[in-house]
């Protein structure tokens, strides 16, 4: 199975692509959407959409799994980022309807087993899982990694992460 592992942002949207089998996962590829501050508002969710339906033709995934949004210090932050996962969710919507979404605690405990695991924890465990030479940058994109990851481990009780 092909999972697209979707960490949303405004400016660093990250994506990760993996190919899941009962016990293997491979990293297919991974990499991330870029927007800047120069960009109008409505420009920058215009081209997160239209890099999200690209990829989603380039990789074909069978499902798709997104960070759930949980809280940002910055009010207006957060609304711009969850502008840009909207959109995200929309294109992948249009595409499928097998969207899937975890929380950042339930990504650590998928992958590093404890739930107030550290970012560089989880990073190095990635890069274990998959045999990777090096650990995948920017972050955004390797926190992307570790949700498609998350979403392959959670096997058959998947469905109780499917978004509602």
């Known amino acids: 199975m092909v ?8 400016a660093t949207l990250g994506w990760g692509v993996i190919e899941a089998q009962p016990g293997r996962q491979r990293l297919i590829e991974y990499g991330c959407i870029l ?51 909207g959109v995200s969710i929309a294109a992948c919507a249009e595409y499928t309807d097998q969207l899937y979404e975890y929380t950042p605690m339930q990504v650590k405990q998928a992958i590093v087993g404890w739930g107030g695991a550290e970012k560089k924890q989880i990073q190095q465990m990635v890069k274990m899982l998959l045999h990777m030479e090096e ?29 509602k």
């Open 135 to 163: 650990i995948a940058k920017p972050d955004d994109a390797a926190d992307a990694i570790a949700i498609a990851l998350t979403h392959a481990a959670a096997g058959m009780a998947r469905g109780q992460f499917r978004m």
């Open 3 to 10: 999972i697209l592992g979707i960490d949303p942002g405004l």
């Open 35 to 85: 927007t800047t501050p120069n960009q109008r508002f409505p420009e920058r969710l215009k081209q997160i959409g239209e890099e999200m339906r690209a990829l989603l033709q380039r990789f074909r995934p069978e499902e798709i799994a997104f960070e759930e949004l949980f809280f940002a210090k910055n009010v207006t932050t957060a609304l711009n980022v969850g502008a840009a996962r």
